[in-house]
């Protein structure tokens, strides 16, 4: 069997589908491994390095007979249409998608008969989470959200107390007590700041003290949901929740907010009046400003100053930190092959909770989205 993995041809992606510490994993199951040249680089990883490793280097101008020829192609953001026409019958193309609006992707794989399997999509379980690309990225987010907002922030994180006097620490409120949120709540409290949080999950309560921030209790009624997600709340409630959220975040220093629902606009927290309290010089991370964004006022991939409050929108933050991120994406898509590989071939069982999760495509048939 053979894997291909292309470079990836959006602005600003930077990571890679598998690094060369994972090609003798892939081998072992059975697949020969075929790099484009160059698609590893801004990642820190030559083709030296995957030749050294196993691989084969194929040039960017043939890369139309590697799409054509390979059993599995590998990448992180989905193929373009052009290349996902070119799959033969029964090849799986794996990667982040969503259904819904990569509708000319899925289309293309449709038509030529392959498989797409979307990391978006795997199942939040037990056995599935070695498989889970959307939590192994957002340990990558959550932290470099930190990083962003001490850079920012004209302030200490930490206390210091000096000949001169003492420096209190920062304030740092983080919304959302996810993989991105619990990272960034680590993140700040080694940096020394003092540290609170919050979750509609009542779970996430002994999660966020174990981290040694404080929980902010709101007295308001949990949004459990299955798969470890929040569900949505009534505008009501949301109204409230604001209320009763407007004095700590008007008390912080930074405010991180992580709140994401994949495939869908992320929920309003923050609105423009709840920020005026927030003092000249504070710093706002918007960790969802790529879809639709968490704060009134972000904008992905740029920072705003509103009133002397500076508001950095979130764009390809992961694509920031390749090295890492892509060595726990390719860990991901060696896990998935894992399951799916059985006596040297590609087996995908479609009553597999994994598989029907994850599958937006089943060899030619539209399992998910709008055109399912």
Sequence with gaps: MRLFVPAETRDGERRVALVPDTVGKL??????????????????????????????????????????SADVVATVRPLDPANAARLKAGAVAMSFLQPNSDTETVAAIASAGATALSFDLVPRISRAQSMDALTSQALVTGYRSTLVAAEALPKFFPLFMTAAGTIPPAKVLVLGAGVAGLQAIATAKRLGAVVSAYDVRAASADEVRSMGATFIELELEALEAGGGYAREMTEERAARQRELLTPYITASDVLITTAAVPGRQAPRLVTAAMLEG??????????????????????????????????????DVASTMPVHASRL???NVVALLGLAVKDGELVLDPEDEVFEGCAVVLNGVIKKGDAA
């Design 27 to 68: 081998a072992a199951l059975g697949l020969d491994v075929t790099i484009e040249s160059g698609a590893g680089a801004a990642a820190f990883a030559t083709d030296a390095d995957y030749v050294e490793a196993g691989a084969t280097i194929v040039a960017t101008a043939d890369v139309a007979d590697a799409f054509a």
């Design 278 to 315: 927030m003092k000249p010089g504070s710093v706002v991370v918007d960790l969802a400003a790529e879809t639709g964004g968490n704060v009134e006022g972000s904008v992905a991939g740029e920072e705003v100053v509103i009133d002397g409050v500076r508001i950095w929108g979130a764009k």
């Design 329 to 331: 994406y390719a860990m």
